[in-house]
């Protein structure tokens, strides 16, 4: 069985703030991280984008966790039902009652997405007229600095095959006070599992598996069915990304430029450190070397490859296919997305 898929993509912002940091006066400062030559490259943080792919996935129809979450000052108990709600089950989930915290890991992990080349200190100006509010011209306004790049960023996602769909009892569905009484703590615990466990049996598309001592407790899984229809709309959503904030002035397309897809024996984010590109006479180049010692060094731990290319982006295009093709298939980004979709049914096959 396959145990992780790794996706590297390539998403350009021509001119945009997509995720800024804290605000220096009047200017709205993008997040930037610092090179060892004391260049900066814009970064858009993991948390933006999970914020995104949530709403791409609402937008796709899937119901999501948080409106029926429970809110209290500055605690948040989420309803812990992931075969209900696509994002506990992706993205993981905290619950933190006392004496029943719950916790689930995201299997779904996303790296911030990093700018390749540096910041250029360009700045957008906003103003507004206190004359369009009855007040004479010479009354001003309010002035605001945005600082904005046109860049081509690089973002990576892993996904634990074996834990998408698939919850274990402890602790994910039922919590502990590690404060109790030992022999108390067990008692409460067995009685919440047996609860929990009989709440999930009456479900369809879910299977329960009783682990043997001295794990104990159950594992609960999703239909493999509804396993593959949730990564493939992690996939839809990758496909529609967009996000972040002013969007009302500054809307950037998120959507993958370049696209690679691998599914894999091991778990590891293949793409991480692979993706670079060059820019010369107004038009990228993919850096190939990089990408194809990534691939040869995980050679032995790959099942399937994919490569998605939008047409007309990259100068190198025709190089790209040449030099992929003996890796996996070249093909649309669009296509890519699809036939990786098409993979995913193959995901969980001994």
């Not at 993706?275 to 060094?297: C, H, I, M, V, W």
Request: aromatic share 10%; hydrophobic share 35%; charged share 30%.
């Amino acid at each position: 069985m396959s145990k992780a898929i790794a996706i590297g993509y390539l998403m350009r912002v021509s001119a945009s703030n997509v995720n800024a940091s804290h605000n220096e006066g009047n200017v709205i400062v993008t997040k930037k991280v610092t090179l060892p030559d004391g260049n900066t490259l814009p970064y858009i943080s993991g948390q933006a984008l999970r914020r995104m792919f949530r709403d791409r996935l609402e937008d796709l129809g899937w119901k999501l966790s948080e409106p029926f979450a429970q809110v209290s000052g500055q605690e948040v108990t989420p309803p812990v039902r992931p075969w209900e709600f696509i994002d506990e089950d992706l993205f993981g989930y905290l619950d933190p009652t006392k004496g029943n915290m719950r916790k689930r890991t995201s299997p779904v992990r996303v790296s911030a997405a990093i700018g390749l080349f540096p910041y250029q200190g360009d700045r957008d100006l906003g103003t507004r007229s206190f004359e369009k509010f009855g007040e004479s011209l010479q009354a001003g306004g309010n002035v605001f600095e945005t600082e904005l790049y046109f860049n081509l960023f690089k973002g990576n996602i892993l996904v634990e095959l074996d834990r998408v769909g698939v919850w274990k009892s402890r602790y994910e569905l039922v919590g502990a006070s590690a404060k109790q009484d030992l022999k108390q703590r067990e008692k409460e615990e067995e009685q919440r599992e047996q609860q929990k466990k009989e709440e999930i049996s009456k479900l369809s598309d879910i299977e329960i598996c009783d682990l043997e001592s001295p794990q104990r407790g159950f594992i609960a899984k999703l239909s493999q069915k509804n396993r593959i229809k949730r990564l493939q709309s992690l996939l839809e959503a990758l496909k529609i990304l967009w996000g972040g904030g002013r969007t009302a002035r500054m809307l950037a397309d998120l959507s993958p430029k370049f696209f690679a897809y691998a599914r894999l024996k091991v778990k590891h984010p293949v793409f991480l450190e692979a993706l670079e590109a060059g820019f010369a006479d107004g038009a990228y180049r993919l850096k190939l070397t990089p990408l194809q010692s990534a691939l040869n060094r995980f050679k032995d731990h790959t099942e399937t490859v994919i490569f998605g290319v939008e047409p007309g982006f990259l100068a190198n295009e025709d190089e790209i296919k040449s030099e992929l093709q003996e890796f996996g298939d070249v093909l649309t980004v669009t296509e890519a997305l699809e036939k990786a979709k098409k993979d995913l049914e193959r995901a969980w096959s001994s």
